[in-house]
Every structure is written in structure tokens, then in C-alpha cells.
T-cell receptor, first 111, second 113 residues
Framework: GNSVTQMEGPVTLSEEAFLTINCTYT??????LFWYVQYPGEGLQLLLK?????DKGSNKGFEATYRKETTSFHLEKGSVQVSDSAVYFC??????????FGKGTTLSVSS | KAGVTQTPRYLIKTRGQQVTLSCSPI?????VSWYQQTPGQGLQFLFE???????NKGNFPGRFSGRQFSNSRSEMNVSTLELGDSALYLC????????????FGSGTQLSVL
């Protein structure tokens, strides 16, 4: 079945450091890929998405490229801020609202 | 535009009881999906309702059920509660199209004692 694997956290960085959170997936078809972020006490928010191979999703300085050959969708940001501290979830969908999520990666950024 | 509203925010129940959670989607959204979030299993899809019909269902026992009303508000019911049902239950709304952005509520934290 379909699944998403993302790197275990927590990830602890200093402000302005480079961020990479790895995400790989297994799917039988051609899924769409997403990154969602969850701030403390809040629901999930869509950060970015890509719907086909080689698409790059980007938002708020975050980027991720849909790599079909490596079945990956790694999240990157060139310079993190304290306000980026949150839990990040990689997810896939075959088109509907039934998302399959990874376990989440906690990011903690200190000043 | 108001966001997705879930009530109540917290619930404490005992084993064997049943519980009903409520979700009011963003105005104009016809799709409501429910997810269970636990530290062990992470986020898991429960079911989706679109225009008052269940359109998709995850792999959960029949004790978990839901419904959607004509105004798109949705309720989720869990009967015969078990300790393992303790979780954050998240509701998400969307217009219902393919790959549409999901808007999540803040969730209902259910504790089963």
C-alpha cells in the first residue's frame, strides 16, 4: 500500500541555518505530494504541494521538488527563523482528501 | 472568512461511553474529512463526507461513524469507547475537488479513562 516515510526528529537548528527534512514515499500510482505544518495548539496548515513529477512547490521560503526517480519530496529552506519552529508533515494523495501522512518531524529553531 | 471550527476543544470520557464531535467547515466548502492523530500512529484518515454522502472511508472499525448535514456541518461519533481511542481528532474542509487544499480545524482532544 501507499506510505510516507520522513526523517525522525527532533531537528534542532540555530537561526539562519539551512534546513532539510527528508521525505520518501511509496505509491502504486501517481500521487500528489504535500508538506503540512502544525504550530503548537493549532491544526495543520498546507505549506506547499506538487502534483506531478519535477514540479517544485514553494511557499514562505520553503521548497520541495517532486522526484519520481528517487520517490522523494524533501523539504528545504535556506535560512530558518525561530518562528519556523513547528511539526512538519509530509503527505501524499491519490487525488482525494484521504491523505497519507508521515509521522512528522519536529523542528526547533533557537536564536 | 471564518476558519474550520471544531467543538468541543477537550473531552474526557470513560470506557464504554459514546461521544459526538462536531465540525463546522469554511463557508462554501462541501467536503469534510476527519483524521485521528496519536503519538504512536500519527495522522490517520477516518472518512470524508461530501454533500451529505460518505465519499471515502479509512481503515477504522464500525464504532467510528459520521454524518454530514445539509449545511455541510459534520459530526463524528465513536461508540463503546476504548482507551486506545484517546487522540486528537482533526476535521478538515475543502471544496471537494482533486488535490484541493485542506483547511484543518484545531481539533478535539479526546481522553478516554
Amino acid at each position: 500500500g501507499n506510505s510516507v516515510t520522513q526523517m525522525e526528529g527532533p531537528v534542532t537548528l540555530s537561526e539562519e541555518a539551512f534546513l532539510t527534512i527528508n521525505c520518501t514515499y511509496t505509491a502504486t500510482g501517481y500521487p500528489s505530494l504535500f508538506w503540512y505544518v502544525q504550530y503548537p495548539g493549532e491544526g495543520l496548515q498546507l505549506l506547499l504541494k506538487a502534483t506531478k513529477a519535477d514540479d517544485k512547490g514553494s511557499n514562505k521560503g520553503f521548497e520541495a521538488t517532486y522526484r519520481k526517480e528517487t520517490t522523494s519530496f524533501h523539504l528545504e529552506k535556506g535560512s530558518v527563523q525561530v518562528s519556523d519552529s513547528a511539526v512538519y508533515f509530509c503527505a501524499l494523495s491519490e487525488g482525494g482528501t484521504a491523505l497519507i501522512f508521515g509521522k512528522g518531524t519536529t523542528l526547533s529553531v533557537s536564536s | 472568512k471564518a476558519g474550520v471550527t471544531q467543538t468541543p476543544r477537550y473531552l474526557i470520557k470513560t470506557r464504554g461511553q459514546q461521544v459526538t464531535l462536531s465540525c463546522s467547515p469554511i463557508s462554501g466548502h462541501r467536503s469534510v474529512s476527519w483524521y485521528q492523530q496519536t503519538p504512536g500512529q500519527g495522522l490517520q484518515f477516518l472518512f470524508e463526507y461530501f454533500s451529505e454522502t460518505q465519499r471515502n472511508k479509512g481503515n477504522f472499525p464500525g464504532r467510528f461513524s459520521g454524518r454530514q448535514f445539509s449545511n455541510s456541518r459534520s459530526e463524528m461519533n465513536v461508540s463503546t469507547l476504548e482507551l486506545g481511542d484517546s487522540a486528537l481528532y482533526l476535521c478538515a474542509s475543502s471544496s471537494g475537488g482533486l488535490n484541493e487544499k485542506l483547511f484543518f480545524g484545531s481539533g478535539t482532544q479526546l481522553s478516554v479513562l
